[in-house]
């Protein structure tokens, strides 16, 4: 199971909830689909993203993909860690390979996205 | 890469053994296809370093046989093939009247009266039907499914892995010869072709031995390589593929392959006149490299804010480590170039074909 402390976005992105900010990444299934990751491209701090649109494109060997913001809200931090070296997007994309971090208006922001349990089954029907 | 869901997808002779490798089986051409066994960039790098093998069983075989088999072929296809030399292969294509590409294609003489020829998988029933309608008086034989299997050894250590795994030296010794030794897996039919600029043979074995010849080249150290990679490979080395740098739009010498329709200006075939007819071609296939991004199909080509063409294939070069992608633009086009990536444009480069020498006259 992967970690229950967030919410998914059925596009597999997560998203985790820390006060007013929400940290927001793509998930480790997202990853293997994509393959070898070459280029990533990112908003910069205080872009705002919207629920549901594209806030950024990730680029593997094989193909390109949109990364779908699952709040809206204000970019307050990118991941440096990514500038030069996706490693940590390849390789630990739930933990230090995690994108961006919005502000948002209220508790309630990732409401109506899906919990772990219902990520698993979704990921389970697309293996 | 995807199929318009076919039934039931095709397995080649070694599909247990690309399950049993893991590898990510993908549909392709209505075949389930190995992409990758474990990194595309790795298996791409394998075969520029040492030796890899692909299974290309997938790919359409046809037989032709008959008195009239050289003529009517002649007539059929773009490239002369009455002088092709008994036991070589030849690059040649099959055209529309008027010059398009239909196909590109390989034929290999085995007898006076006998040529094998190998097209791409997802054309095999077009180029099927358009061959036996234009090979009135020859027999011909679509052998794919019962052909057995097409394993493809590819890169500069190919040469010794094939000593060592038929026990004789120096077949095929050069670029297109074709061999039929005798081996521990019984007879086999070996080419000295490829995919991917190197050094290599594609080896023709029939269903029961393909899987042992299979288990004794990775016993021998060379890495399994799937299809992510041949594409990687081929583009490196600017080998055009249908569907992209070829197609029913683009003819012979617009794709800078004019060696493959070999006597255009006297022989009589079907496109010949179409081709005599026209001018110097208005565009060019050229490459093109870029920082970070990968210019890919379809992605517009600008210079000064105007469209000047588009890409037809691009990769992530595992040879160069960064972008590679070939584009037809009009030409006499000076640069600065930039690829538009669905509306953001980025910075391309203009570079010669191939990005990656060839070795495989080496």
């Known amino acids: 199971m992967r970690p229950q402390d967030r919410s998914y976005l059925d596009s597999h992105e997560w998203a985790r909830l820390d006060g007013d900010v929400v940290t927001i990444g793509i998930t480790d299934f997202a990853v293997e ?6 280029y990533l491209e990112l908003p910069s701090a205080g872009d705002s993203v919207s629920r549901g649109t594209s806030f950024g494109e990730v680029e593997s060997v094989k193909a390109v993909s949109d990364v779908n913001s699952p709040v809206d ?8 860690g990514l500038g030069d070296e996706l490693g940590p997007l390849q390789n630990t994309p739930l933990e230090d390979g995690w994108l961006i971090k919005v502000r948002v208006a209220g508790p309630d922001a990732l409401a109506g996205l899906i919990d772990a349990a219902a990520y698993e089954e979704l990921v389970a029907a697309q293996s | ?51 890899g093998v692909f299974d290309v069983s997938h790919m359409a075989r046809f037989w032709f046989r008959g008195p009239q088999v050289a003529a009517e072929l002649d007539a059929a296809l773009g490239g002369c093939v009455t002088d092709q030399p008994l036991g070589k292969a030849r690059y040649t ?9 239909l196909d590109d294609l390989i034929t290999y003489r085995t007898g006076e009266e006998a040529y094998f020829i190998v097209v791409n998988a997802s054309n095999r029933a077009r180029d099927w039907q358009t061959l036996v309608s234009r090979l009135a008086q020859t027999d011909c034989q679509d052998i794919t499914e019962d052909g057995g299997g097409i394993l493809a050894l590819q890169g500069p250590q190919s040469w010794e892995i094939l000593r060592q795994l038929t026990g004789q030296a120096d077949l095929a010794p050069g670029f297109l010869d074709l061999a039929w030794p005798d081996s521990p897996f019984g007879p086999l039919f070996i080419a000295r072709t490829g995919y991917t600029g190197e050094h290599g043979y594609e080896i023709f074995v029939d269903s029961v031995q393909a899987g042992p010849v299979w288990d004794r080249l990775l016993e021998l150290g060379v890495a399994p390589v799937g299809l992510g990679a041949r594409d990687v490979l081929r583009l490196e080395a600017a080998l055009p ?17 004019r060696f493959a329709v070999r006597g255009w200006k006297t022989r009589d075939f079907i496109g010949a006149e179409a081709l005599r007819a026209l001018g110097e071609p208005s565009r060019e296939l050229v490459g093109l490299t870029a920082e970070k991004r990968v210019p890919r199909e379809g992605y517009p080509v600008l210079a000064d804010d105007e469209q000047v063409g588009e890409v037809c294939s691009g990769v992530y070069s ?15 086009c000076a640069g600065p170039f930039t ?7 980025f910075p391309v480069t203009r570079v010669d074909l191939p990005f990656v020498p060839h070795r495989s006259r080496d």
């Open chain 1, 33 to 38: 689909q994509l393959g070898e990751l070459v």
């Open chain 1, 73 to 80: 809200g204000e970019v307050v931090e990118v991941n440096a």
């Open chain 2, 1 to 51: 890469m995807s199929e318009n869901a076919p039934e039931t997808l095709l397995r080649t002779p070694l599909h247990g053994r690309h399950a049993a490798l893991g590898a990510k089986l993908v549909p392709f051409a209505g075949w389930e296809m190995p992409l990758q066994y474990d990194s595309i960039l790795g298996e791409s790098r394998a075969v520029r370093a040492g030796a």
């Open chain 2, 93 to 101: 294509m099959l055209l529309q009247e008027d010059g398009g590409i």
């Open chain 2, 241 to 257: 593929l249908y569907g992209h740098e070829i197609h029913e739009g683009i003819t012979p010498f617009d794709a800078g392959l």
């Open chain 2, 318 to 332: 595992a040879t160069l480590d960064g972008p590679i992608a070939t584009a037809y633009l009009r030409k006499g």
């Open chain 2, 339 to 345: 690829a538009s990536a669905r509306g953001k444009e």
